[in-house]
């Protein structure tokens, strides 16, 4: 650990990964869009994997959940997006996938938040875009996260570009981490290695690291 100018600046996962340092935040592991992707129980098993580590060391969760609006007010933003994803040339034929209350929007069975832990919906890509997750990271005195789910080059990598810019330390747990396109997940991974201000891991890393509190957080 690194001090400086009053300042405690963690530089390893080592140093982040502690329950008053650090939460776990777990992006869009939903019926419709885990379903989408070829490794999806991969992903999940390793995803739930984390999850079960995160709870024995007494950390922080909090999940996210994308949700399409209906098309009478999605907007424009939202339904050019839809166009493109959906490769269709008449808003006519667009389709509005994740509706709330929809089987496809809910976080996959195998995945049960617990009453203790928060989910967040969201219309955007980052996780932190109209959300009260900053809000509420801030006000535990979190400085850093760790985050697993889907996808890598859709919402995982501008989510944590937000952070970083917002004065987080993101951790990608990068085989956690599903995608619909490897090569540009790939794409992804690099950049950011390259930018700096995230580290990367894997889930043999990271759940040693979780399980080390091996405490719940409970009241003083």
């Not at 405690?8 to 008053?20: A, N």
């Not at 509706?99 to 496809?104: H, I, Y």
């Not at 937000?162 to 396109?181: E, F, K, R």
Request: contains cysteine.
């Amino acid at each position: 650990m690194q001090h400086a100018y009053g300042l405690d600046i963690p530089t390893t996962l080592d140093e982040l990964c502690h329950p008053q340092r650090m939460a776990l935040v777990v992006y869009d592991m939903q019926v419709g869009i885990v379903s989408q992707i070829s490794d999806g129980p991969k992903i999940t098993r390793r995803v739930v994997e984390v999850i079960e580590s995160a709870r024995a060391g007494g950390f922080r969760i909090l999940y996210t959940r994308h949700m399409f609006l209906p098309k009478e007010i999605a907007g424009a933003a939202q339904l050019r997006t839809a166009m493109v994803w959906q490769r269709v040339n008449q808003i006519s034929d667009v389709k509005s996938p994740f509706l709330r209350d929809s089987a496809e929007f809910e976080i996959i069975p195998e995945i049960s938040p617990r009453a203790s832990e928060a989910v967040f919906d969201k219309i955007t890509m980052s996780a932190f875009a109209a959300t009260p997750l900053n809000i509420v990271l801030r006000d535990c005195g979190i400085g850093a996260f760790a985050i697993v789910g889907i996808a890598i080059e859709i919402g995982i990598e501008p989510t944590v570009r937000h952070a970083m810019d917002l004065g987080y330390i993101p951790v990608l747990v990068t085989d956690a981490c599903g995608s619909g396109n490897g090569a540009a997940a790939d794409r992804s991974l690099a950049s950011l290695a390259t930018f700096g201000g995230s580290l990367q891991t894997n889930t043999t890393a990271i759940n040693l690291l979780l399980r080390r509190t091996a405490a719940p957080l409970e009241p003083n």
